[in-house]
Nanobody, 131 residues
Framework: QVQLKESGGGSVQPGGSLRLSCTAS????????MGWFRQAPGKEREGVAV???????????NYADSVKGRFTISQDFTKNTMTLQMNSLKPEDTAIYFC?????????????????????WGQGIQVTVSP
């Protein structure tokens, strides 16, 4: 049974940093597409960043334009964990953040996917950026 669990959310002032983690159980992170999505109140869930890694292909990382240069997605295979390092946070980054997984590689450069593309989800974690 595939389970994903987010951790590391919380409240921070504008300009601050947070590091989100997504720990997977029942599956490893190699050769699949892992992603972070977020959903602010009254808005649709949107893709933030995705990553695919494996031993036989160049890895893929894609970011939403709104977070490029501020957020970094990565994986730690020893811990079976995906992380999202969020720097220079802005109030508009406030949302519930979800990790998600597809049992194949991310499509390619620039692709973030839609929520419907991802069959596996964590329960979400709150990130609040306010003065």
């Amino acid at each position: 049974q595939v389970q994903l669990k987010e951790s590391g959310g919380g409240s921070v002032q504008p300009g601050g940093s947070l590091r989100l983690s997504c720990t997977a159980s029942g599956v490893n992170l190699i050769n699949n597409c892992m992603g972070w999505f977020r959903q602010a109140p009254g808005k649709e869930r949107e893709g933030v960043a995705v990553i695919s890694t494996g031993p036989d292909r160049p890895y893929i990382t894609n970011y939403a334009d709104s977070v490029k240069g501020r957020f970094t997605i990565s994986q730690d295979f020893t811990k079976n964990t995906m992380t999202l390092q969020m720097n220079s946070l802005k109030p508009e980054d406030t949302a519930i953040y979800f990790c998600a997984r597809i049992d194949r590689w991310c499509v390619g450069s620039g692709w973030l996917g839609r929520p419907a593309d991802f069959p596996y989800w964590g329960q979400g974690i709150q990130v609040t950026v306010s003065p």
